[in-house]
């Protein structure tokens, strides 16, 4: 499969401006063949590149939040799951099962997300998707009902996973290259405090507001989707006015129904098909896994080892917190600025390929482990609640960063089917969300904090370090193997 984004030409010297400018010249020339029609000029201010600041930053700002919302339900559970259990009186590993069967939801939920977003744009499926997610949610807890808070559960991940398909390509539709770290920063910081938050505040009203401040206020972004408009005006209307037939409803379901399981299909071809999709997933599902288990187990480390109240226990989560702002405010300008630099470096390849995100990428995967260590072995050894905590928020910068440089691969590589290689990349992710709190606990309780946060820092050595590698060194061959 080929490459879906014309890679940028690089010139020694350019400006950060002029390699936006030339990408922009390419797409219009590209675009206009595509799909009948082009934006004006690259100044044209319809096309969302072109976009005033403050929308794009608004853009990024609701969705964050919608996405906050959302992931904040994969770890509300973690501080109750007793008090759930002895409510609702189910077993811990059923409890355990219900808490984590939310991952399912988001590991399939993106499948078709993606595929609608790419066929109808990004603004509708996202509204409809929240909704899903706001309905389920709320009718998961009703009459402390086993099935119906398992299967709540289930359906609101659905719902939820519109953030984890949408939010970072919606970011791509507005911003070139050279800035992906700063619109990946600006994607991430909100969602990746979802899980960690999660259990301090929990909570469906602030849901309401962001969709409804979603539905007045964000505009659609999806090239494609802008373009095929456009096209549809520019038709004769004379000829359509000559058209007195009325309109064919079964012809147009059927087409529309062609299209989406075309759509459908685009991420599971992505994964079998695309060697480095396929490494992409791997590692990022066992960095996910990892940073669930994490999630899942800190409020019991609290609890039984250090003795703590659920209260107490729960506001150690600010430590995630931390990492995931040095992260996004840090690790995004850190991105550009690397991508930059390395851009003028090989401008005598002529090419700006995705595999320059990977030293960026290379400085996550060696803080995760680090941050492992730190935490297993301060919690461990008793040692004052400030060093674990500090363990977690170095773990979580460098998961983070690992993340965003691994989403940059992605959307540098597929430009407009990126929504359908997040959503490929993601699978595995959100598979292994699921079973990693499931077996978690038994970890801790048979390695202790120590030698299990030290199994946990190997497996991230053994994969999370070779896999950048392996890319900066055999990408464009990986990618060629796809095509």
């Known amino acids: 499969m080929a490459s879906h984004q014309d890679s940028l030409e690089v010139q020694a010297g350019q400006t950060t401006n002029q390699l936006d400018t030339d990408e922009v010249l390419k797409r219009l020339e590209k675009l206009k063949d595509v799909y009948g029609a082009t934006w004006d000029s690259p100044n044209d201010p319809e096309d969302p590149y072109n ?34 259990s002895h ?17 399912l939801g988001l590991a399939t939920g993106p499948l078709f997300i993606a595929a609608w977003s790419e066929m109808d744009g990004r603004k509708h499926i996202w509204i409809f998707s929240n909704f899903w997610y706001i309905l389920w949610n709320s009718v998961a807890p009703v009459r402390n009902s086993k099935a119906l808070l398992i299967s709540g559960r ?30 990946i920063a600006l994607a991430t910081f ?11 505040v929990g909570g469906l009203a602030t849901g309401y507001v962001i969709v409804l401040l979603g539905i007045l206020t964000i505009k659609e972004s999806y090239t494609p989707v802008l373009l095929k408009r456009k096209a549809a005006k520019n038709v004769d209307r004379k000829k359509n006015d000559e058209k007195h037939s009325s309109p064919d409803y079964w012809v147009f379901w059927s087409q529309l129904a062609a299209q989406f399981l075309v759509n459908l299909k685009r991420p599971a071809l992505l994964l079998v098909k695309q060697p480095a999709v396929q490494l992409i ?31 107490e226990s729960s506001l150690h989560y600010l430590a995630f917190s931390v990492g995931a702002t040095i992260s996004a405010q840090v690790g995004g300008r850190a991105m550009d600025w690397s991508y930059k630099k390395l851009c003028k470096r090989y401008a005598s390849q002529g090419q700006a390929h995705p595999e320059l995100r990977v030293p960026f990428m290379l400085a996550g995967a060696i803080l995760s482990p680090i941050g492992l260590f730190w935490y297993g072995w301060s919690a461990d050894a ?50 292994i969300g699921f079973v990693f709190p499931i077996f978690a606990p038994q970890l801790y309780n048979n390695l202790g904090y120590g030698w299990g946060s030290t199994l946990l820092a190997m497996l991230t050595v053994a994969l999370g370090i070779p896999a950048p590698l392996v890319l900066w060194l055999w990408g464009p061959k990986l990618r060629k193997l796809g095509r």
């Open 87 to 103: 409510d609702v009186e189910m077993g811990s590993s059923t409890t355990l099962l219900a808490s984590s069967i939310y991952f």
């Open 382 to 431: 008793n040692l004052h609640w400030i060093m674990p905590d500090i363990g977690a928020a170095i773990f979580t910068s460098g998961n983070f960063i690992f993340s965003q440089g691994m989403a940059a691969y992605l959307l540098d590589e597929f430009g407009e089917f990126s929504a359908s290689a997040t959503a490929a990349s993601r699978i595995f992710s959100y598979a």
């Open 51 to 84: 976009w005033p600041t403050w929308r794009k930053v608004w853009t990024g700002i609701i969705f964050s939040f919608g996405q906050l919302v959302t992931l904040m339900s994969s770890g509300m559970m973690a501080a109750a799951l007793d008090e759930i």
């Open 154 to 183: 289930l359906l609101s991940g659905v719902g939820a996973s519109a953030g984890i398909a949408l939010t970072q390509p919606t970011m791509a539709d507005m911003y070139g290259k050279s800035h992906r770290g700063r619109s």
């Open 281 to 311: 997933a791997l590692v990022m599902a066992l960095n996910f896994g990892t940073y669930v288990l994490m999630i899942s187990t800190t409020a019991l480390m609290w609890l039984n080892r250090y003795h703590q109240s659920a209260t």
């Open 190 to 200: 909100l969602p990746y405090l979802g899980p960690a938050l999660g259990p301090i």
